[in-house]
Every structure is written in structure tokens, then in C-alpha cells.
């Protein structure tokens, strides 16, 4: 069963705008990531943070993670309208191996 | 310079015909992952393999099956694909020392008629 759970379920912003995107996890983890999917195409990693670390940055992303809530948020900021795609957030746990557990994603749309 | 590759991008198959999805990489990771993905939703892990170790998910349907005849190489085949079966196929691979990061092919759009 998928242990992740994001929110919102859709987004739509301004271009310049920051977006933030939610997810919250179930199990314990290792590491949580985040990806992102063009339409129709397959997902591209964005960002890992481990389970000891509570911020990361990587150009215009910013993630946090809160092991004792169980979630972590996505920040884009300044964004652009190429940044419309569907973000996924994905957990491996001590339980998982190899496995990722994706979150149901959240859409988000940023108008031009 | 695609680095996991997935061919057909677009395949339609008929009702109940086998059809076969594959999957190559130039990563030389050591695992390599099968996804089915149905619009607007999370991709649902089918099976995976570690090295040569076939790992399936309790709730993939016998109708789907795999091979990894080589590190470079796997395949999906859905031996009588019904209606339900229309969806992204997404092929995955990664590595433990890289923590498991999953890159990812173009996918291919099954169809069925």
C-alpha cells in the first residue's frame, strides 16, 4: 500500500510565485525524496534528504523534513511556468530494501 | 545520451495478445524496477530485480511476468493484457550506493483495444 500522502492534491500558482507541496509518511524512514513528472514522461529526481537531516537546499528547491510528524514539504521558489509537472514524494524505510514508496503527488500548474 | 531507455514509447496490443515492454540501461546499475502507472496517480511498483534476484509484489497480477536475461536488459511481459492493463509503463533503475535513487525512462503508453 502507498505510505506516502501528499497535499494539496493540485496547485496552481502565478510564474514568481513559491509553491509548496506537502507529504506525510506512515513508517519509519531512511531517506525521503522528491521527484518530478512531466506529462507523459517518467519522473526525474529533484532532491534526497535523509532521515538525520532537516533541511536541504538545491537552486530554487528547499525541502525539510520532520521525522517526528512523519512529513516533509517541498518549496519552489521564484517559479517558472516550465515548472508545471506532477511532484512525488518517495520513502525508503528499514523494512523497504530496494523499494520506494511513492505519495499520491500533487499537480501543480503555474500560469504564465 | 538517455541513460534508461524504453522502447516502444507507444504500443497497442489487442485484447488478450501478449505483449513485451522493454527496457534498457547504460548505468550499469544493479537494479532495475518495473512501475505501472494510471493517469493522475502514484506509479504502483509491479516487480523489481536486485542483481539477478526477482523480486515481485504480492499484489501483481500472475498476468505479468519478467526477465533479465543481463544487467542492461529487462523486459515486462503481460501475457493476456485486458482492458485494465492500459496504462504507463515506467522502468526504473538504481544502485545501493547511490541510496537507492531511482532514475527513470520515457515510459511506455500501453493501449489496448
Known amino acids: 500500500s502507498q505510505q506516502g500522502e501528499e497535499d494539496p492534491q493540485a496547485l496552481s500558482i502565478q510564474e514568481g510565485e513559491n509553491a509548496t507541496m506537502n507529504c506525510s509518511y506512515k513508517?519509519?524512514?531512511?531517506?525521503l525524496q522528491w521527484y518530478r513528472q512531466n506529462s507523459g514522461r517518467g519522473l526525474v529526481h529533484l532532491i534526497l534528504?535523509?532521515?538525520?537531516?532537516r533541511e536541504k537546499h538545491s537552486g530554487r528547491l528547499r525541502v525539510t523534513l520532520d521525522t517526528s510528524k512523519k512529513s516533509s514539504s517541498l518549496l519552489i521558489t521564484a517559479s517558472r511556468a516550465a515548472d508545471t509537472a506532477s511532484y512525488f514524494c518517495?520513502?525508503?524505510?528499514?523494512?523497504?530494501?530496494?523499494?520506494?514508496?511513492f505519495g499520491e503527488g500533487t499537480q501543480l500548474t503555474v500560469n504564465p | 545520451d538517455a541513460m534508461v531507455i524504453q522502447n516502444p514509447r507507444y504500443q497497442v496490443t489487442q485484447f488478450g495478445k501478449p505483449v513485451t515492454l522493454s527496457c534498457s540501461q547504460t548505468?550499469?546499475?544493479?537494479?532495475m524496477y518495473w512501475y505501472q502507472q494510471k493517469s493522475s496517480q502514484a506509479p504502483k511498483l509491479l516487480f523489481h530485480?536486485?542483481?539477478?534476484?526477482?523480486?515481485n509484489e504480492a499484489d501483481t497480477p500472475d498476468n505479468f511476468q519478467s526477465r533479465r536475461p543481463n544487467t542492461s536488459f529487462c523486459f515486462l511481459d503481460i501475457r493476456s493484457p485486458g482492458l485494465g492493463d492500459a496504462a504507463m509503463y515506467l522502468c526504473?533503475?538504481?544502485?545501493?550506493?547511490?541510496?537507492?535513487?531511482?532514475?527513470f525512462g520515457a515510459g511506455t503508453r500501453l493501449s489496448v483495444l
Open positions: 526504473a533503475t538504481s544502485r545501493a550506493t547511490l541510496a537507492f535513487i531511482q532514475y
Open positions: 513508517t519509519s524512514i531512511n531517506n
Open positions: 534528504i535523509r532521515s538525520n537531516e
Open positions: 518517495a520513502t525508503d524505510g528499514e523494512t523497504s530494501g530496494s523499494r520506494l514508496t
Open positions: 548505468l550499469n546499475h544493479n537494479v
Open positions: 530485480y536486485y542483481d539477478k534476484d526477482f523480486n
